[in-house]
């Protein structure tokens, strides 16, 4: 099947907003185009006063350059979140199609699915938190999602899953598998940047969010094929991206050596993290984890969550999840910040 046919038959046939900035490419003399503010009432480095380039196309040069995402496959979105909300309006018919996620999974795609009124099947992960393959082809063939979730590391579980799965998964599924690689940067698997050029039902998404220390710029990454990187380009809000946070993710871009120094401590971090909560009495088990967090089965979530709370120390208690009981998410923090943790969960 086609990928626009795919598609809800509104976007696909839509006619999008153009500015006058997607007709005009080269630097002109005078901008009186857009009713801008000819002034700047501020500092900034940079027209401020100017809406920003749609297509974010220095960002996507040092995305390309800096994450080895092709520059023509990729599209920046006011986090991920944005990309997640763009696929369900691209591809789910509101009230008619669903979509297909791994259980425990991360929130957000629940949530979207609700705004946009589309129903959500969900697969159990194995005890250990492996996809359970058969059991997702059985429902790909029963439910026929539009959009497959596989997010790898998982959330809130901390595992990944294997290249070879998402390929297999990708390759049956004759809708959209989106990939989430939001921890990529954590694990040692394979992207699936290269199975995106391989299928073109492939989406990944990567964010600034997590290793790369920008949560706060709302900076999140797909990568796709043509039809529906045009489809994204043509739905999205013109002006996703201000100028602030892309000038910001420039810098975080060009500092890559550092930030890759910051993931290499937060690994070592999480595994001295581990082995602390594993000689905790109130720890019965510590999940393997290729991400920034670890998925912690204690003796009592509940009590222990809101002790915890009580020292101000905020961690998520995730034991009303799927194959979660009494199971808390700690993201690691610096060294002095998992010390406080140990030495509030001693005290309790
Ligand atoms: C944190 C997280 C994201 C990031 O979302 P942003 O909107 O980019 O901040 C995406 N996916 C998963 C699974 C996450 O845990």
């Known amino acids: 099947m086609s990928i626009e046919k795919l598609m809800r038959a509104n976007i696909a046939s839509l006619d999008p907003y153009r500015c006058a900035r997607d007709e005009f490419e080269g630097v002109a003399e005078v901008y009186l185009d857009a009713n801008e503010s000819w002034r700047r009432y501020i500092d900034f480095p940079g027209d401020i006063n100017r809406y920003p380039d749609p297509r974010s196309a220095l960002l996507r040069k040092a995305i390309e350059e800096v994450l080895g995402l092709d520059y023509d496959m990729t599209i920046v979105g006011n986090g991920s979140d944005e990309i997640i909300d763009l696929l369900f309006r691209i591809f789910c018919d509101p009230g008619k199609d669903s979509a297909l996620l791994m259980g425990p999974t991360y929130g957000a795609y629940k949530v979207f699915a ?88 492939v989406v990944l998404m990567r964010t600034l969010s997590k290793a790369w220390g920008l949560a706060s710029a709302r900076i999140g990454i797909a990568m796709c094929s043509k039809p529906i990187h045009e489809a994204m380009y043509n739905v999205k809000y013109p002006y996703n991206i201000g100028l602030p946070s892309s000038t910001e993710a420039l810098k975080a871009l060009a500092n890559a050596a550092a930030v890759r120094e910051g993931v290499e401590y937060t690994k070592l971090e999480r595994e001295r993290l581990r082995g602390l909560l594993e000689k905790s009495s109130k720890v019965v088990k510590v999940y393997p984890s290729d991400s920034n967090f670890l998925l912690v089965k204690v003796l009592d979530a509940n009590s222990i969550y809101l002790a915890l709370q009580k020292k101000g120390i905020v961690v998520r208690n995730r034991s009303r999840e799927l194959n979660c009981e009494n199971c808390l998410r700690i993201t690691v923090g610096s060294k002095e910040e998992n010390d406080k943790l140990m030495k509030a969960l001693e005290e309790l």
């Open 114 to 201: 609700s705004i946009n009124d589309i129903k959500v099947n969900i697969a159990p992960l194995t005890k250990d938190f492996e996809v359970d393959v058969p059991l997702v082809k059985k429902m790909i063939d029963e439910t026929s999602p539009k959009l497959v979730f596989l997010c790898t590391p998982n959330n809130p579980t901390g595992n990944a899953i294997p290249y070879e799965i998402i390929k297999e998964i990708a390759t049956y599924n004759s809708g959209i598998t989106v990939v989430d690689e939001a921890y990529w940067d954590f694990s040692t698997e394979k992207s699936a940047s290269a199975l995106v050029k391989e299928n073109e039902r």
